[in-house]
């Protein structure tokens, strides 16, 4: 599906001669920001500070965005690297990436009341994780899990078996090379924030390698991933510059600029927000397009636009490439 919203340059001739000023073409990728997963995890710390009082500590940041950490350390939120920074009182949420399996066990042995904020799609993955494992039996496979070393989320995700039952696949080489004990007893799953096509690539080149290869029933990618992939597709063709909003450890805010620079756009910038713009690489745009990763708020994004009307007559157009209508429940027991 695929829409078009176009706000109309109403007389831009005249307003360029009336205010000294050039025209610039702005086109916003649609659908940006936050997703369902990211929205969830947030609010599991706002609810919990709500029921609990301040402070409410957090392990590793909720999202890969400073923007919003610092807006949850304003209201209370304490961010901590492991959970022997947390007092033996505390309540503690765990980020948007999961965690090892050692990390709640580790909360249960000192009695923390722990809420865990991981995205349900991220969930999907350890689910999937472990019934490749089948418990080491007879039935279990090698998992070839397609993603990028130290990311919080193949951590949380190879956390979850015993060592040994995981090999990382960072990109197509590695697939090309990686040498497994039992080629017949082989599964993968994937990182949810990666490039589709640099995934699909990797997929194919393992499926050809290793026909008995078992993958997930559903894209391990998830939707907001796609979707924001997708609308950068829709407008780098005929952008000179695409800004993404994002934070550099915002593995979905990277993807989205190297999505950028492979599908047309001449040249794709990763900026945490406004303050961090330079203004120099504007100066022989005509137009520009602009996303945001799915940690980075929609505030930003219009921050930014506010920001360019101010030195530029904008002619803005919003291509919309899917809408999306997902929402997750909050975990028990701050939801139903």
């Known amino acids: 599906m695929s829409d078009t919203l176009t706000t109309a340059p109403t007389s831009r001739t005249e307003k360029s001669a009336a205010h000294g000023r050039r ?3 702005v086109l916003l990728a649609g659908p940006r920001g936050f997703c369902a997963g990211v929205d ?8 919990a500070i709500k029921r609990f009082g301040a402070p409410v500590y957090v392990r590793h940041e909720i ?9 949850l350390e304003a209201k209370g939120a ?16 765990f980020s948007a990436h999961g965690v090892p399996k050692a990390v709640p066990a580790e909360a ?3 009695n923390l009341l722990y809420l865990d904020a991981t995205c349900p799609l991220v969930s999907k993955v350890h689910r999937e994780a472990e019934r490749h494992f ?19 989320e193949v951590v949380g995700t190879m956390g979850q078996l015993p060592p040994g039952t995981m090999t990382l696949i960072q990109d197509a080489e590695e697939a090309r090379t990686v040498m497994p004990a039992d080629p017949m007893r082989l599964a993968f799953i994937t990182q949810t924030t990666l490039s589709v096509d640099d995934t699909a690539e990797i997929v194919d080149i393992l499926r050809a390698r290793f026909p008995h290869i078992e993958g997930p029933k559903r894209e391990d990618i998830c939707y907001a991933t796609t979707n924001r992939q997708e609308a950068v597709k829709a407008i780098a063709p005929e952008s000179d510059l695409v800004i993404v909003i994002g934070s550099p450890n915002s593995s979905n805010s990277q993807r989205l600029r190297e999505v950028a620079e492979r599908t047309g756009a001449k040249r794709a910038l990763l900026v945490p927000k406004l303050e961090n713009l330079d203004w120099s690489v504007l100066e022989d745009v005509e137009t520009v ?26 002619d803005i157009e919003e291509r919309i ?16």
């Open 289 to 314: 397009g602009i996303t945001a990763g799915a940690s980075a708020p929609e505030a930003l994004v219009q921050e930014m636009v506010k920001a360019l009307s101010e030195r530029f007559n904008l």
């Open 321 to 336: 490439v899917k809408e999306e209508s997902v929402t997750f429940r909050l975990p028990s027991p701050l939801g139903p």
């Open 134 to 152: 089948a418990d080491g039996g007879p039935e279990s496979r090698h998992i070839l899990m397609i993603g990028h070393a130290g990311h919080p």
């Open 108 to 110: 249960e042995r000192r």
């Open 78 to 93: 304490i961010f901590v690297e492991e959970l022997d920074e947390v007092p033996e009182d505390g309540h503690v949420v």
């Open 63 to 71: 999202v890969h965005n400073r923007t919003v950490v610092e807006d």
């Open 23 to 25: 025209t610039l073409k």
């Open 40 to 47: 969830r995890a947030i609010r599991v710390v706002e609810e």
